[in-house]
């Protein structure tokens, strides 16, 4: 099956600060890619639909000058979380769309601690 | 009402048996539909797809399709404990080509 990868796995960060987190299709093109936060043990909610060469498209609610979105190829989106507060803290999770497909892999998680 | 439902368990089935997981969804062009398997702590895998009605088999698993009754299951045969997850029901939504997803059933399958 298609590989997504997300990087870092986990990060712990003071209150304030930016924390970068990245997704790749590592054997195949995804020309959408998608964010999405999971609470503890409340089901994914989507943040945001990232294109490759244009805008993300952010899902009502969420703050797109809090969750920077750049989906720089058809391999690499990055979601970056400015001045990130203690309720920023979720489990982060990206998915990739296999092109011509509406089937979605997703990559491992990214655990965000702020303190 | 909820656009994807699921029952949020526990479903609790013993080694061997067959475990049913259901979802009702309420978008009725809805074309495609997917089961995940979400480990405590970890991200969802993709279990099966399906498009059309009927059944679809995969290994222990068969996902079922009708789209009249605006519903979906997936049949997990000689259930595991590796099997004890939660189990997420996701419908590619038609007018935003978007998942939405269930709020999941966790599976627990004892021995």
């Known amino acids: 099956g298609a590989v997504v990868s997300q990087h870092p796995s986990r990060v712990i960060c003071k209150s304030g600060t930016s924390v970068k987190i990245e997704c790749r299709s590592l054997?195949?093109?995804?020309?959408?890619m998608f964010w999405y936060r999971q609470f503890p043990k409340k089901s994914l909610m989507l943040m945001a639909t990232?294109?490759?060469?244009?805008?993300?498209?952010?899902e009502q609610g969420v703050e797109k000058d809090k969750f920077l979105i750049n989906h720089a190829s058809l391999t690499l989106s990055t979601l970056t979380v400015t001045s990130a507060h203690p309720e920023d803290s979720s489990f982060y999770i990206c998915?990739?769309?296999?092109?011509?497909?509406?089937?979605?892999?997703f990559g491992p998680g990214t655990r965000l601690t702020v303190l | 009402q909820k656009e994807v439902e699921q029952n949020s368990g526990p479903l609790s089935v013993p080694e061997g048996a067959i475990a049913s997981l259901n979802c009702t969804y309420s978008?009725?062009?809805?074309?495609?539909f997917f089961w995940y398997r979400q480990y405590s702590g970890k991200s969802p895998e993709l279990i099966m797809s399906?498009?059309?009605?009927g059944d679809k088999e995969d290994g222990r698993f068969t996902a079922q399709l009708n789209k009249a009754s605006q519903y979906v299951s997936l049949l997990i045969r000689d259930s595991q404990p590796s099997d004890s997850a939660t189990y997420l029901c996701?419908?590619?939504?038609?007018?935003?080509?978007?998942?939405?997803f269930g709020t999941g059933t966790r599976l627990q399958v004892f021995p």
């Open positions: 998915s990739a769309r296999v092109r011509g497909t509406d089937t979605q892999y």
């Open positions: 054997d195949f093109q995804a020309t959408t």
């Open positions: 990232s294109n490759e060469g244009s805008k993300a498209t952010y």
């Open positions: 978008d009725r062009g809805s074309q495609s």
């Open positions: 399906i498009y059309s009605n």
């Open positions: 996701a419908v590619n939504m038609k007018e935003t080509d978007k998942l939405i």
